[in-house]
């Protein structure tokens, strides 16, 4: 389930979760299977604070303990811890080292946008005129998710549009090229020029490939 660490009622639950997650883990383990236990916006959970509280260095801790434990000489483990943040200056250096590899994935070339655009508008009922070629060259910048975001809010606009209209026809309009940059002009991308530094900065520091 999905917790809120820095709410005080749930610091105590966050040290049993991280325990039991690693334990069910380690049961998959011994039946031989190979387990991925993946945490997403990591910092969320090992960023050092000033004012942080006694809940959270345990919760910290206890990940810490736990990776630890994976880490026994003479033991191959079958148990993958993957993270991943968008701000990891922000994780200390203890936990940075518990990652054999840390890995700056960039914000998607021309190429990769391009197959997003492809992939996640696949599903939609587009017009003749849309070209993926041409998204892409306009959002260099822009994540994943900011494309993923396009698409969905291309769909969702047609939709809207089709029942304020009182459902006239039998089905919303084809999406056309001009609502994809309708929604790229007042949507902005979501990761600042200067967050990207930072993290190239970070990687050129604590990278290990």
């Known amino acids: 389930r999905q917790m809120c660490i820095r709410d005080r009622k749930w610091l105590g639950e966050s040290e049993k979760n991280i325990s ?10 011994a039946s031989g299977k190979p387990v991925i236990i993946f945490i997403d916006e990591v910092d969320s959970l090992t960023a050092i604070r000033v004012n942080e509280v006694g809940g959270e260095a345990r919760a910290r801790n206890q990940l810490i303990k736990e990776m630890d434990g994976l880490l026994d000489k003479g033991r191959l483990s079958m148990i993958y811890v993957l993270a991943a943040t968008n701000k ?28 997003l655009f492809e992939h996640y508008a696949s599903k939609l009922n587009l017009d003749d005129d849309v070209e993926f070629a041409e998204l892409a060259r306009i959002t260099n910048g822009y994540s994943a998710a900011d494309i993923y975001t396009i698409c969905m809010e291309a769909q969702t ?43 190239l900065e970070w990687n050129e520091r604590f990278g290990a490939y």
């Open 88 to 115: 990891p200056w922000l994780l200390d250096e203890p936990f940075i080292r518990r990652f054999q590899k840390r890995i700056f994935i960039d914000l998607p070339d021309y190429e990769a946008r391009l197959k």
């Open 157 to 199: 606009k047609i939709v809207s549009e089709f029942f304020e209209k009182g459902c006239e026809g039998d089905a919303p309009r084809k999406i056309r090229m001009e609502d994809f940059l309708e929604i790229i002009r007042r949507r902005k991308p979501s990761i600042d020029l200067e967050s990207v530094k930072k993290m």
């Open 20 to 29: 039991m997650i690693f334990k069910t883990a380690r049961e998959y383990e």
